[in-house]
């Protein structure tokens, strides 16, 4: 069968072809470029506990010795403390790191990868789509013609591939802009990102008085500012000026000795693309969705379509059309990235608005704290990881469903499970490898050797069901989950979301889980594709 071909090298291409790599399945990374990225200090990404253990799966890299998780969090309105988060393994900390230290991660581990094929200096100018497959046409020192069994358009903001398929891209452009600048310095306080509103000390030009601060390696930092509605120019000298002010003000009066690394204008749009499905034809990351105002991280949604997306192609290319399964891409993600935009697109006016508004919409500084607290660290409808609890491939009616403390369709809590070779293993790294995964809550299992227990009690007939599945699972056991009693049975998708939580031991319950999680029965899938095919 034809490889999977992707369009765009960016971090979202890079990771949707190593997820799928890891899953079998060839690709074809189309970029347009030469194959290496500009090192921009001030160019960086925020990624949430789980994206950023997404991200160390695919390229055995440990992240966080070339990023910084921050050792606590701190908004400031004026000179007051409004709120303090300290990151101590009960609160996860959120990773930051430049975004061409994370693309070079991913396209080292492609290095090596026997099913990627990157082709550089690839620019698309065509898309030709037919019932078995679809072709792409690239112009440049070795335009050709690239055959590929599916295409998704990972190639961000102006992507070719939605201009090709004619579709729409509505929403608002400049929601939020901001003067960036990293810089190698030594501030107040150590490894903590701050949010400091209103600061005390003036701010030169026109400016809406918000600067957030967050650490990188080796004492560099990276600082926004916020700046007012419209175009005006932010100069050098502007620039410069507002380094010293600021960094002036929080050493107390004096500006303490920097290194100016990189400087930039980082502007937030808000656009959300009325398909992401096209038949063979997908789109992905800013391609699909911009969003980025009051905290919230347009890469880290994007990270999550290429998981998302992944097994679902993978199981489609290995075992036929499954459309069902294929459609549920556009309806889970979309409806999660238009969720946080319409929650930004609601706080907008009373963070930014004027005293008008305000008047009449409830709230006080310490709530507007809130909000943007909520974006920055990932909490909340601003920044929390979606749920697919309303997905179409939520099984229904299960008469063994119970609850625990993860609801159904949300990124499940990584605990440590003991694997089928009776090794212990974090939850997570089972993940992606398009197999579905059951865990067995049975508390004391930690303390004894597997054989001790693999063949007791509940074991082989909940062995068995798993066996009997229509698509592959893996059984592991932990001995504690949150919120679940023990025998509980978790199902879990490849991406990490939960499916049900069953109480006990409930094959026709699991069965019905598994069946409904990739689409409904294979069989029945294969034959209604080959059905649209002929027509």
Not at 55 to 82: C, I, Y
Request: with cysteine; charged share 20%.
């Amino acid at each position: 069968m034809d490889p999977v071909i992707i369009v765009g090298a960016g971090p979202v291409g890079l990771t949707l072809a190593l997820a799928l790599a890891r899953q079998e399945v060839p690709c074809v990374v189309l970029d347009e470029g030469p194959g290496k990225d500009e090192p921009r200090a001030a160019r960086t990404v925020v990624l949430r506990e789980d994206t950023a253990a997404l991200m160390e799966r695919l390229t055995g890299m440990p992240l966080a010795r070339a990023g910084a998780h921050w050792a606590g969090w701190r908004s400031m309105r004026r000179k007051q403390v409004m709120r303090e988060v300290v990151f101590d393994g009960t609160e996860p900390a959120p990773l930051h790191i430049a975004q061409h230290v994370l693309t070079g991660a991913l396209r080292a581990a492609l290095t090596g990868e026997r099913l990627v094929k990157v082709a550089v200096e690839s620019r698309l100018d065509g898309i030709e789509q037919e019932p078995s497959g679809v072709t792409a046409h690239t112009r440049g020192p070795k335009g050709t013609w690239w055959r590929g069994s599916f295409l998704v358009g990972c190639d961000g903001p102006r992507s070719t591939v939605r201009k090709i398929q004619d579709i729409r891209f509505p929403g608002r452009t400049a929601v939020e802009r901001h003067a960036v600048a990293a810089l190698r310095t030594e501030l107040p306080w150590q490894d903590e990102a701050l949010l400091h509103r209103l600061p005390p000390w003036r701010m030169s030009g026109p400016s809406a008085g918000e600067v957030t601060a967050r650490p990188l390696p080796d004492g560099v930092w990276r600082l926004d500012w916020l700046l007012p509605p419209g175009k005006d120019l932010v100069t050098p000298e502007l620039l410069l000026t507002r380094i010293r002010e600021t960094l002036a003000g929080w050493a107390g009066g004096t500006t303490p000795p920097y290194e100016l690394l990189d400087t930039g204008v980082h502007t937030v749009h808000h656009r959300l693309a009325r398909r992401w499905r096209a038949d063979r034809v997908f789109l992905a990351g800013d391609a699909a969705h911009l969003l980025g105002a009051l905290g919230t991280h347009g890469l880290d949604e994007g990270l999550r379509d290429a998981d998302n997306l992944a097994w679902k192609l993978a199981l489609a290319w290995h075992h036929g059309p499954h459309e069902a399964l294929l459609d549920s891409y556009q309806t889970e993600r979309r409806a999660v990235v238009a969720a946080r935009l319409r929650a930004a697109d609601q706080a907008l006016p009373l963070l930014r608005g004027g005293a008008g508004l305000r008047a009449v919409v409830p709230g006080s500084s310490r709530g507007h704290d809130a909000l943007l607290t909520e974006g920055h660290l990932g909490h909340g409808q601003l920044g929390a990881p979606g749920a697919y609890a309303d997905s179409p491939l939520a099984p229904q009616h299960l008469e063994g469903q119970v609850p625990v403390d993860t609801a159904l369709g949300a990124p499940v809590t990584d605990v440590r499970v003991t694997a089928e070779d009776g090794t212990f293993v974090r939850l997570r790294d089972r993940l992606g490898r398009g197999a579905l995964l059951v865990v067995l809550i049975a508390p004391g299992t930690g303390v004894w050797e597997r054989k001790h227990w693999v063949s007791a009690g509940i074991m082989p007939q909940l062995a068995a069901a798993v066996t009997a599945l229509p698509h592959p699972a893996e059984l592991l056991v932990a001995e504690r989950y949150p919120g679940a009693a023990a025998h509980t049975v978790l199902l879990v998708r490849p991406d990490g979301h939960l499916v049900t939580a069953l109480g006990g031991v409930r094959p026709a319950d699991l069965y019905a889980a598994a069946e409904a999680t990739v689409g409904g029965p294979v069989k029945a899938q294969a034959e209604a594709g080959a059905s649209a095919g002929s027509r």
